[in-house]
C-alpha cells in the first residue's frame, strides 16, 4: 500500500496530512496521534523520532532536493537538506544538519524523524508550508523557524545550541512575522544555560513582528518547559517597538500546559510577554500551570 501526503486547507490555515491507502480510490485514514506516548503524557525523546525496530540505511541522495514527491524514508542523512520542490517527504530518518525549504511553491512533510541541527548559526527546521509530526528536533539556534503555513504536533523541540563566547539568542520555536502556523501538543524546551556571552534562551515559543505581520497562529495543547534561564516561556508577538510589532491577529493560545519552575513563573522574568488580549482574534483560553491552577491571564 502507498502513503500519499495531501495539502488541505482547515479555516484559515492549511497543513498536510498522510493518508494509508493505495491511491486507487480505497480507503484513506489521516494520521495525527502520536501512539507511542503515554495518555496525559506530552512527547518526549521516547515518543518522537525514528521508531523502534526501523534500520537505517547510509543515505546517498541528494542533499538539494529539486524533484516533487521525493521520498527519504528509513535513511541517516549526514547533510545539510534544501528542498527546492513540492510534496517531500522525510519518514523514520535521522538527519544531522539542518533542513530548509525555499519557495513558496514547495512544501516538506516530516514525520517520526531525529533533525539535529547541531552547532549550526541556522534554524533547525524552516521556512515554509512545513509540517512535522511526531520529531524530535534539536540544536540549531531553533528546533522550527516558520514564516508562513505551518504545523508542528506531538512533537519534542529542545535543546538549541550557542558556542561559548557567541550572544546568540535561542528559542525551541521562532516566527518573525508569519501567518498560518500550528503548534499543536508539543514539548517546547528551550533549556540550553546562558553563556559567559550572554547568548541563550529567549522563549520556548516566540513571536515577533520585525519581519512582517503576525496572523492565524493556533497553539495549542503544549507543555512550555520551565527554566530560570530563559527570559520568558513565551512571546506572543505584540511589541510596538518592532516594525510590525502591533499587527498581531487572531493569535489563538489555548489549553497549554506552562510549568512553575524553580522561579514559580516558569522562567526568569515570567511566563509570558507581549501578548495582546484585546488584538484583534486573539484568544486566551483554558491555559494551565503545571501544578493544575488555572493560568486566567497572561498577565500572571
Not at 526501523?54 to 535513511?75: F, K, M
Not at 514539548?187 to 547568548?199: D, E, F, I, Q, V
Not at 534562551?201 to 512550555?224: K, M
Request: net charge negative; charged share 20%.
Amino acid at each position: 500500500m502507498a502513503a500519499l501526503t495531501a495539502f488541505v486547507a482547515v479555516g484559515a490555515g492549511a497543513f498536510w496530512y498522510i493518508q494509508s491507502g493505495s491511491g486507487d480510490g480505497g480507503s484513506t485514514e489521516a494520521t495525527f496521534a502520536n501512539d507511542r506516548k503515554k495518555p496525559g503524557a506530552f512527547p518526549d525523546a521516547a515518543s518522537t523520532g525514528v521508531r523502534d525496530g526501523v534500520s537505517l540505511r547510509a543515505y546517498d541522495g541528494p542533499c538539494t532536493i529539486e524533484d516533487s514527491g521525493y521520498v527519504i524514508d528509513s535513511r541517516d542523512v549526514r547533510c545539510p537538506l534544501v528542498i527546492k520542490a513540492s510534496d517531500v517527504v522525510i519518514r523514520n530518518s535521522k538527519v544531522t544538519g539542518t533542513v530548509k525549504v525555499e519557495g513558496r511553491e514547495n512544501s516538506l512533510l516530516i514525520e517520526d524523524s531525529d533533525i539535529d541541527g547541531g552547532e549550526a548559526y541556522l534554524h533547525t527546521v524552516g521556512f515554509e508550508n512545513v509540517t512535522v509530526l511526531r520529531s524530535d528536533l534539536k540544536g540549531g539556534q531553533s528546533g522550527v523557524n516558520c514564516y508562513y503555513n505551518c504545523l508542528v504536533q506531538d512533537s519534542y523541540l529542545h535543546d538549541p545550541f550557542v558556542p561559548e563566547g557567541e550572544d546568540w539568542h535561542l528559542n525551541a520555536f521562532l516566527s518573525n512575522g508569519g501567518k498560518n502556523i500550528k503548534l499543536i501538543g508539543n514539548t517546547l524546551a528551550c533549556n540550553r544555560p546562558t553563556n559567559a556571552a550572554g547568548g541563550g534562551c529567549t522563549s520556548n515559543a516566540s513571536i515577533f513582528g520585525d519581519l512582517g505581520p503576525n496572523s492565524d497562529y493556533t497553539i495549542e495543547g503544549n507543555l512550555f518547559v520551565a527554566s530560570d534561564e530563559m527570559s520568558y516561556c513565551f512571546y506572543g508577538g505584540h511589541d510596538p517597538n518592532k516594525k510590525y510589532g502591533t499587527q498581531a491577529e487572531r493569535i489563538v493560545i489555548k489549553d497549554n500546559v506552562f510549568q512553575r519552575g524553580s522561579t514559580g513563573k516558569c522562567a526568569s522574568f515570567g511566563a509570558v510577554t507581549s501578548y495582546n488580549v484585546a488584538g484583534t482574534g486573539n484568544v486566551w483560553q483554558n491555559n494551565k500551570w503545571d501544578d493544575g491552577k488555572p493560568f486566567d491571564s497572561p498577565a500572571q
